[in-house]
């Protein structure tokens, strides 16, 4: 069976992989640890298909130790104690660079079984995941080790690599392939920046492609079907996915409705509209809150329509939900002033009332001040009278600041007027 052309034009040398400037460009660090011939313990994060293994590869074939594969999602301890036994043989007498490939699978007993070896130095390891190894990576291999982190390579970046695929394919079918420029640049924007799907996507073009004498054309229509959906990314459990209501939130919190509208635009599509729906209500009480307190009552409205609705016709009252957040004045007062009083509530002891406020109405033989002494509000002009309700240990405790909205701000003036006229 013949090896998927991802892996035939697998890149042999750093200057070969496509992306990853940050790290592997002239000066950066990875490609400055990788010249100096001392490999340290190195994790590289990020999505598949960007390079993770290929330049783990590389650094196995250029540091001359012995190089032993594992993959987290088949390995067990039995095959980490196989690669131990090995210390110190003949075969191994350069040291031993173990590349384990989705660490993440490994129970914690697994990935501590390997830390004496990486902290003394007989085993090297280069470990990859494609989930935050913050969270799922044990923090002991996470101490001993560097973090990498690999990024979504750009279209235009892939451009060249979809090019040079279609090139080599022509060579091994000794024919000339056809694909006009909009041809890469919809494979390159509908792979979501993974290389291997792109080469692949490249691949499959020309197996369906349209055979004539001596060439094979790509056309659109088989591409359409082999590129639909496929630059979605998206983990219901993974970082994917709160990455995106995280860019969903800042956008309508920064006001772009624009911005708003595409995360949205692409949760949807993804398939998850409770999550969507969520946030949503979140921001509406978060971010836009008493600038003007009906954003929570008409993003209710039209989160419930949507979710009666159901896809497609969702799409309507979450775009409205979407424009009239990102477009409304924002005031996070509200949360500001629920975080304050929370945090006191943490760090206090359980307060008592003042007396006044209490629910009950005999104060016991010896009492040192008898009655309940509470005023009425409505017995007062403006039904407003001064009386201490916090606790004594926070009588001047101020928790919120009115914002500098023009909702916020009448209310504020409000509050200045019953201040007067109960002074007077």
């Known amino acids: 069976m013949s090896a998927p052309l991802a892996d035939k034009i697998r890149p042999k040398s750093l200057a070969d992989v496509v992306g990853q400037e940050h790290i592997l460009a002239e000066g950066k660090p990875l490609r400055r640890i990788i010249e100096s011939g001392s490999v340290p313990n190195m994790i590289f994060y990020g999505p598949s298909g960007v390079g993770k293994t290929t330049v783990a590869r590389i650094i196995a074939e250029n540091c001359g130790m012995s190089l032993y594969k594992l993959n987290g999602t088949n390995a067990s301890l039995s095959d980490i104690k196989d690669v131990v036994a090995d210390i110190g043989t003949f075969g191994a007498e350069n040291g031993i660079l173990l590349y384990l490939d989705e660490i993440q699978y490994l129970n914690k007993k697994q990935q501590q079984s390997l830390l004496e070896y990486i902290e003394n130095g007989d085993i090297t390891l280069i470990a990859s995941t494609t989930e935050n190894p913050y969270f799922a990576v044990y923090n002991a291999v996470i101490s001993r080790s560097t973090v990498f982190e690999f990024k979504p390579v750009s279209a235009e970046q892939l451009v060249p690599a979809i090019r040079r695929a279609f090139s080599i394919m022509a060579e091994e079918r000794g024919c000339k392939v056809i694909a006009s420029d909009e041809i890469l640049r919809t494979i390159a924007f509908s792979c979501g920046g993974d290389v291997r799907k792109a080469i692949n996507t490249a691949e499959l073009s020309v197996m ?217």
């Open 208 to 424: 369906c492609g349209e055979v004539g004498e001596g060439t094979v054309t790509v056309t659109e229509e088989s591409l359409k079907i082999l590129a639909q959906r496929s630059n979605m990314r998206y983990d219901r459990d993974g970082d994917q996915h709160y990455d995106l209501l995280s860019a969903l939130h800042k956008s309508l919190r920064g006001s772009d409705e624009n911005a708003a509208l595409h995360y949205a635009a692409r949760i949807m599509e993804a398939g998850d509209l409770i999550s969507l729906c969520r946030r949503l209500l979140c921001v509406a009480c978060e971010d836009v809150g008493l600038a003007y307190p009906q954003a929570i009552v008409v993003t209710k409205a039209c989160v419930d329509s949507a979710l009666q609705l159901g896809m497609p016709e969702a799409k309507l009252p979450i775009a409205e939900a979407v424009i009239l957040l990102a477009t409304s004045p924002k005031s996070n007062s509200a949360c500001m002033a629920i975080d304050a009083a929370l945090a006191d509530v943490q760090s206090s002891d359980a307060l008592d009332f003042p007396r006044h406020l209490q629910n009950k109405h005999y104060d016991g033989k010896g009492a040192k001040v008898v009655g309940q002494h509470y005023k009425y509000p409505h017995n007062y002009t403006n039904h407003y009278v001064r009386q201490q309700y916090l606790p004594d240990a926070l009588a001047d405790r101020v928790y919120y600041e009115f914002g500098e909205n023009k909702q916020e701000q009448s209310a504020l003036a409000y509050r200045k007027k019953l201040l007067a006229e109960a002074e007077e």
